[in-house]
């Protein structure tokens, strides 16, 4: 007789027993394999399996004249962008909707799980200030780069407790956290990051995909991973090569991670293209984070050594000519402090990028805020940062941003936001070359509770450029 059978039929035996006794026993009315497992949220099961299902869907609609662009910093991996006007308007509109599928059973080595994330984006953007050379009209783009349609975004397969195997197609274990500034504007380096921070950009394109990975939590707040990841070989074929070749194949990934009250730090590894026998290119990136009483101090590095560049796509703007390959060694470091105190917040950042190879130079940048609590749900922030180029030939640009936030609290569920600021520097490149700009915006915020989320944002800038945009998005699990 299966556990379940017997101690449903017990409670059911007991009620029977005494009015009063079976009153106090509805806690026990319901037990199944998702109980059992710990599991909750959403969820259907069976004798054996639990399946989770959660999902969500958001939705994004832009509209004005933004998408002319001009560069407003030079750093090493591509160039700091704002809007200029061109006149006509243009928009886009994008809907992303996900699904997620886990199902878990227990097993002798510990929870046995089968997951299957769904995807779909839906993308049109129209430029009106581009015109289609051969037709003549207006460009307009579907999806623009997305994947378009209903798409496996995850498939695997894993299995244990403390020690987790894990096969198939889903994100990569690299740990690249502990690294973003804590300034409120950033730092213009740090902004080209993927979910910024230090590194290159795109530097997760080698990263996931299929793979098979162990983690294993030892206890004590630390924990270590190994993996082989992008086994399928990367869609993307930058930065490594100018095409997919098989050499671009394979990532060895390698992780150490702690978390304690007060420090959190990690190390990652990563060696790239080593299907075919030979390691084409490695990487490293750390980071830690420590909490002392009102202060906060983080420190991040990575390196990236023996990267291929296509000229035309990355290093164009630093002087190689188009089509031309470039190896670099890239080393980017970042330090960032904040202090909390009754009515205000400080905040301290610096970052440094070393490039050498074939062409070699160093940028660096500075940045801070202060953040000054006005009334309970009010509060202003100040921040400021600065841009250097460091090659040679732009030796010159430079770029320095001010800005002015306003955050009120209106109720409980509605935010309002206002900002203005300028850029300012030899790097600024507009219609009129050298010109500042100077920009504002105003947005409200929307959140009444049930996973519901709803914002409105306006912009407009001294270059003519204004932008409207809407959001909205509920996710559930």
């Known amino acids: 007789m299966k556990l379940k059978s017997l101690i449903l039929g017990s409670v059911a035996a007991a009620g029977l027993s005494t009015a009063g006794f079976a009153a106090d026993l509805g806690v026990l009315t319901s037990l199944d394999v998702c109980d059992e497992l710990g599991l909750s949220g959403l969820t259907i099961s069976s004798d054996t399996n639990c399946l989770q299902i959660s999902g969500g869907v958001s939705y994004e609609f832009n509209w004005g004249d933004f998408r002319t662009e001009a560069t407003v910093a030079r750093t090493h ?3 700091r962008a704002v809007s200029i006007g061109n006149a006509p308007t243009d928009w886009n509109s994008k809907v992303e909707a996900w699904l997620k599928f886990v199902g878990t059973a227990s097993s002798d080595f510990g929870p046995a799980k089968a997951v299957i994330k769904l995807k779909s984006i839906e993308f049109t953007r129209v430029n009106r200030g581009e015109l289609d050379a051969v037709a003549g009209v207006d460009t307009v783009v579907d999806n623009d780069g997305e994947r378009d349609g209903v798409y496996i975004d995850e498939a695997y397969v894993s299995i244990g407790d403390s020690t987790v195997i894990m096969a198939g197609k889903k994100g990569s274990i690299a740990n690249l956290g502990d690294d973003e500034p804590f ?11 993927d979910g910024k921070g230090v590194g290159i950009d795109g530097d997760t394109t080698y990263l996931g995909g299929h793979v098979i990975q162990v983690v294993s939590d030892l206890g004590n707040g630390v924990s270590v991973g190994v993996g082989l990841e992008n086994l399928n070989g990367s869609s993307d074929p930058l930065p490594l090569s100018a095409a997919n070749a098989p ?3 394979g990532t060895l990934v390698g992780v150490v991670s702690y978390a304690g009250e007060n420090l959190t730090a990690h190390l990652t590894g990563a060696a790239f293209g080593i299907l075919d026998g030979t390691v084409e290119s490695w990487a490293v990136h750390a980071g830690a984070t420590g909490t002392f009483d009102a202060f906060k101090v983080r420190g991040a590095i990575a390196y990236w ?7 035309q796509t990355a290093l164009g703007r630093k002087g190689i000519a188009a089509g031309v390959f470039g190896e670099q060694d890239l080393l980017n470091a970042l330090v960032s402090v904040e202090g909390t105190f009754d009515l205000f917040k400080i905040a301290l950042s610096g970052e440094v990028a070393s490039v050498s190879g074939a062409v070699s130079y160093t940028d660096f940048g500075v940045g801070g805020s202060i953040g000054v609590t006005v009334t309970e749900g009010v509060s202003i922030n100040l921040g400021a940062r600065y841009f250097q180029d460091g090659l040679a030939v732009d030796a010159s640009d430079d770029t320095f941003q001010v ?12 935010k309002v936001t206002g900002e203005i600021g300028g850029y300012f520097g030899d790097a600024v490149t507009t219609a009129t070359a050298g010109d500042n700009i100077y920009y504002g915006n105003v947005g409200l915020d929307w ?3 049930g ?3 709803s914002s409105v944002k306006g912009e407009v800038n001294s270059e003519s450029a204004y932008k409207v945009t809407f959001k909205a998005a509920k996710s559930f699990e």
């Open 77 to 79: 991996d591509s160039n």
């Open 183 to 193: 300034n409120y504007l950033g730092l213009f380096g740090s902004d080209g990051i």
């Open 247 to 249: 050499f671009t194949h």
């Open 305 to 311: 050594d023996n990267v291929k560049f296509n000229g």
């Open 403 to 414: 800005s002015a936030q306003l955050v009120a609290a209106v109720t409980e569920t509605l």
């Open 447 to 449: 959140a009444p509770g």
């Open 451 to 453: 996973g519901f989320t």
